[in-house]
């Protein structure tokens, strides 16, 4: 069973930054994409932002400029760094892989929370 385990949530102030890391328990063969996603008490769960394999991001519009995605893949790590926080940045953040084999499969951290907040 593979693992993503999400880390560096916590409480900060508005402006502040926070950097969130990703580990995978093994490795996940053929993945196409790694990423962030949020959900805010209510809401969807949205994608915040993604790397594929390749290397290419994509950002939500609400975060571009603020946020960068990026990878170790000596250490098998993703990242996720948050600058300027703004209170409506305040969800639980959860790490996805997709991976191909056959079709698309779907793996999942168990989230950890962000608050922005004075």
């Known amino acids: 069973q593979v693992q993503l385990v999400e880390s560096g949530g916590g409480l900060v102030q508005p402006g502040g930054s926070l950097r969130l890391s990703c580990t995978k328990s093994?490795?996940?063969?053929?993945?196409?994409?790694m990423g962030w996603y949020r959900q805010a008490p209510g809401e969807e769960r949205q994608l915040v932002a993604a790397?594929?394999?390749?290397?290419?991001?994509n950002y939500a519009d609400s975060v571009k400029g603020r946020f960068t995605i990026s990878r170790d893949n000596d250490k098998n790590i993703v990242y996720l760094q948050m600058n300027s926080l703004k209170p409506e940045d305040t969800a639980v953040y959860y790490c996805?892989?997709?991976?191909?084999?056959?079709?698309?499969?779907?793996?999942w951290g168990q989230g950890t929370q962000v608050t922005v907040s004075s």
């Open positions: 996805n892989a997709r991976a191909y084999s056959g079709g698309y499969v779907d793996y």
């Open positions: 093994r490795s996940i063969f053929s993945i196409t994409a």
């Open positions: 790397i594929t394999s390749g290397g290419t991001t």
